[in-house]
């Protein structure tokens, strides 16, 4: 930017033409760095005079968001396109774990390219899969003693070094409990500390974990460790939502915990291979400099591209990262921007709009304004609109004269709505 202060006289020379993306891809990124102020006015030309898919998705969740890129790239590998082609980018290694879950249960292999990331070892995965696995198993000793003192319960390192080092098979409360210098009333709490966890076991596997982290203390845990080492709460709650996004569709503790072994495995074993082989997955900043014939660029919402850190003071490098991302793209764009991530609604990001990304057709699955439909829980009604902005979105007016919307998609792949 401030070459001409620097050098007086020297001249700038553009490099202007993109020898990489397909015409459409290029137009699109143009239109989203446009709006940067800080840039230097180019004019970037395509050389490739044909368009790719440029496709935005707006699923329900991140869950269906990961089923929808993983059914792309599947359908993309019986059109002769090998999984290495296929780059699944996000703007934080957090993000990947969703993408994670639904490739290992779908037995597609992938590369991460942050060899050192593995959600599952953050330490707050750690202690909830040791409060799940001491629920199932009492005798897990290294279980306990990862989560005994978290929230912190007294135990003392010499107690703590007395139950590793117990040279008899017996549950690690029993230990304590039947230890003679062990005070009363911390035989009672660990009593009853052994019973709510031995309760998490009988109860739906949701409905333990939300129990670890609200009636068991964790989450105060928390708070108290984000003061103290002057980390953002936010953050760490956002650990354990994905660990919650990660466990849907599992109903037993023993299910889950074999699905979190065979991910790491997974994991593991894209970290010991030597070159790129399956799906890439990487942050956007990972990629600057490479290039894939498929891109499906995650998350693009609010708060997430741009970063919540970013969107007052950053804005412009938040954007200049969103365009290195869609320009990693040689033939095709996925966009995904899920309606609802971390348990909350959120907002289409600014990018997307500002590069018409959105502006794609949507199916709408043969239904159209004005056609009388049946939904399965409220009956008849007629279709009175689109949503402008979100164009998943219905609007249906019923007999009883009330207005409702919802996402058609939802409605369509759980048969809750049919054409009268």
């Known amino acids: 930017m401030n070459f001409d202060k620097i050098f007086i006289g020297g001249k700038k020379y553009y490099l202007s033409i993109n020898y990489r993306s397909r015409m459409n891809i290029v137009d699109k990124s143009k239109a989203v760095i446009a709006y940067n102020e800080?840039?230097?006015?180019?004019?970037?030309?395509?050389?490739?005079?044909c368009d790719g898919i440029v496709k935005w998705f707006n699923p329900y969740n991140e869950k269906m968001q990961a089923e929808s890129l993983t059914d792309i790239v599947i359908n993309n590998k019986t059109l002769g396109i090998n999984y290495e082609e296929n780059a699944v980018l996000y703007r934080t290694n957090i993000e990947s774990m969703s993408v994670i879950d639904v490739l290992t249960k779908r037995?597609?292999?992938?590369?991460?390219?942050?060899?050192?990331?593995?959600f599952f070892e953050h330490f707050i995965c750690r202690d909830l899969i040791s409060y799940l696995r001491l629920s199932v198993d009492e005798f897990?000793?290294?279980?306990?003693?990862?989560?005994?003192?978290?929230?912190?319960?007294?135990?003392?390192k010499g107690n703590l070094f007395y139950i590793k080092n117990y040279d008899r098979e017996e549950s690690p409360f029993t230990i304590m409990i039947s230890k003679d210098d062990t005070p009363p009333f911390q035989k009672k709490k660990l009593d009853e500390l052994r019973k709510d966890i031995n309760y998490l076991n009988?109860?739906?596997?949701?409905?333990?974990?939300?129990?670890?982290?609200?009636?068991?203390?964790?989450?105060?845990?928390?708070?108290?460790?984000?003061?103290k080492f002057n980390q953002s709460f936010e953050d760490l709650e956002d650990i354990i939502e994905e660990f919650k996004l990660s466990a849907e569709g599992y109903k037993t503790i023993f299910e889950f915990l074999e699905h979190i072994e065979e991910v790491k495995q997974s994991i593991e074993e894209s970290k010991r291979k030597t070159k790129r082989e399956g799906v890439i997955l990487s942050t956007i900043h990972g990629v600057k400099g490479m290039e894939f014939k498929n891109?499906?660029?995650?998350?693009?919402?609010?708060?997430?591209?741009?970063?919540?850190?970013?969107?007052?003071?950053?804005?412009?490098?938040?954007?200049r990262l969103f365009y290195v991302g869609i320009t990693r793209a040689i033939d095709n764009l996925y966009l995904f921007s899920p309606r609802s991530r971390k348990g909350q609604f959120k907002d289409v990001s600014r990018f997307i709009i500002e590069g018409k990304l959105n502006d794609m057709p949507v199916d709408t699955y043969g239904y159209e304004i004005g056609n009388k439909v049946?939904?399965?829980?409220?009956?008849?009604?007629?279709?009175?609109?689109?949503?402008?902005?979100?164009?998943?979105?219905?609007?249906?007016?019923?007999d009883d004269g009330l207005f409702r919307s919802f996402s058609l998609k939802i409605l369509v792949d759980n048969n809750l709505i049919s054409k009268c």
Request: hydrophobic share 30%; with cysteine; net charge neutral.
């Open 202 to 227: 009988k109860i739906s596997l949701s409905s333990a974990i939300a129990y670890i982290v609200m009636d068991l203390g964790y989450r105060d845990y928390l708070q108290e460790y984000a003061n």
């Open 140 to 156: 897990d000793r290294n279980s306990f003693l990862q989560i005994i003192n978290r929230p912190f319960r007294y135990i003392s």
């Open 295 to 319: 891109v499906y660029v995650i998350n693009c919402v609010e708060e997430t591209i741009p970063h919540s850190n970013s969107i007052k003071d950053n804005i412009e490098e938040e954007r």
């Open 38 to 49: 800080k840039r230097n006015n180019k004019d970037i030309k395509w050389n490739k005079e």
């Open 107 to 118: 037995k597609i292999p992938f590369t991460l390219l942050d060899r050192e990331y593995n």
């Open 374 to 398: 049946a939904h399965r829980t409220y009956g008849i009604g007629e279709i009175a609109g689109f949503d402008e902005n979100d164009k998943d979105k219905i609007k249906l007016k019923f």
